[in-house]
C-alpha cells in the first residue's frame, strides 16, 4: 500500500504564499500521474493541478498563474506552491497518484486564507 503524507497547510492571510509537500512511499514516477485536489465544505472535490510521469501539467483555472505544481528529481516528494491566496481557496488540499490499475489518496491538509 502507497502512502502519501501532505503537509504544509494552515492558516494564512489573503495575498500570502504557501507551499505543500506530498510525500509519497514509492518513487513518484512509478505514477502515470500525480495531483494536488482540493475540497472545500459542502462541495465536491476538484482537481488543482497534476503533473504527468513525462512532465505535462495541468491546472484548474481558478488556480492558473497563481500555483505550480512541481516535483523533486529523487521522486520522493511532490509540490503545490500556492501564491496570491484567496479566501475561496480555503479548502483540505489531497494529495493523489494513479496508473492504470492503482488510485492513491492522502489524508489531507487543511489551508485556511482568512485576514
Known amino acids: 500500500q502507497v502512502q502519501l503524507v501532505e503537509s504544509g497547510g494552515g492558516l494564512v492571510q489573503p495575498g500570502w504564499s504557501q507551499l505543500l509537500s506530498c510525500a509519497s512511499s514509492?518513487?513518484?514516477?512509478?505514477?502515470?500521474?500525480m495531483g494536488w485536489y482540493r475540497q472545500a465544505p459542502g462541495k465536491q472535490r476538484e482537481l488543482v493541478a497534476r503533473?504527468?510521469?513525462?512532465?505535462?501539467?495541468d491546472y484548474a483555472d481558478s488556480v492558473k498563474a497563481r500555483f505550480t505544481i512541481s516535483r523533486d528529481n529523487a521522486g520522493n516528494t511532490m509540490y503545490l506552491q500556492m501564491n496570491s491566496l484567496r479566501p475561496e481557496d480555503t479548502a483540505v488540499y489531497y494529495c493523489?497518484?494513479?496508473?492504470?490499475?492503482?488510485?492513491?489518496w492522502g489524508q489531507g491538509t487543511q489551508v485556511t486564507v482568512s485576514s
Open positions: 503533473i504527468t510521469v513525462g512532465g505535462r501539467t
Open positions: 514509492e518513487n513518484i514516477f512509478d505514477f502515470d500521474a
Open positions: 493523489n497518484a494513479n496508473d492504470r490499475a492503482r488510485n492513491f
